[in-house]
């Protein structure tokens, strides 16, 4: 038994959302540390690079002061049991995420015998909030207001805007 409870919310975090946040300030609640780790999957290139993701998930997050953040290209089961913690926390929004997430718990377990996942439940309102809806929806210039934390909305808007400009550059 660890001395402390230390909890482990992976993510892609690509970037950021208010969906996201909500499980985090549950979680910081129940346990006494929490660890946000930016996943890096080198097959997905993300939106955002993973300094440019953990940049604003420690922004969001700096007023929780048991919420670390970190990044990790490991698995995920052998950087829990570098971290000394024994659980895992995912949010489940519906159905469709429960397939995968039962699939990678009893992965995870396999591999760690020691982890344990937990499953938070998605507040109702941001049931059909994820970071591809946020992506899509920045890419027509919509407004985030209700999708993302207020501090990071110019730093998306930049960033779509810097990718539109990559593109255009690319036809001529
Ligand atoms: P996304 O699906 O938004 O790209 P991530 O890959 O970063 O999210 O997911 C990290 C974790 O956060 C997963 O457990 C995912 O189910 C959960 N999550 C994502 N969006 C929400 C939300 N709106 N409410 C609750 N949990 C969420």
């Known amino acids: 038994m660890s001395e402390h409870n230390i909890a482990i919310y992976p993510g892609s975090f690509d970037p950021i959302t208010l969906g996201h946040l909500n499980i985090i300030k549950r979680t910081s609640r129940i346990f006494d540390r929490l660890i946000v780790c930016v996943m890096v999957n080198s097959e997905k290139r993300g939106l955002f690079t993973p300094e440019e993701r953990v940049d604003m998930v420690r922004r969001v997050t700096a007023r929780f002061s048991n919420v670390e953040v970190d990044f990790s290209d490991k698995l995920l089961s052998e950087y829990a049991e570098s971290k000394g913690a024994h659980v895992v926390v995912k949010g489940l929004r519906a159905m469709s995420d429960f397939e995968k997430e039962f699939q990678m718990a009893h992965i995870n377990r396999r591999l760690n015998p020691a982890l344990d996942t937990m499953f938070l439940t998605a507040t109702e309102k ?47």
């Open 126 to 172: 941001y049931t059909f909030l994820s970071s591809s809806v946020v992506k899509e929806l920045a890419a027509y210039g919509a407004n985030l207001k209700e999708l993302v934390p207020r501090e990071i909305i110019d730093e998306i808007e930049a960033k779509m805007q810097q990718r539109k400009e990559e593109k255009h550059g690319d036809r001529h």
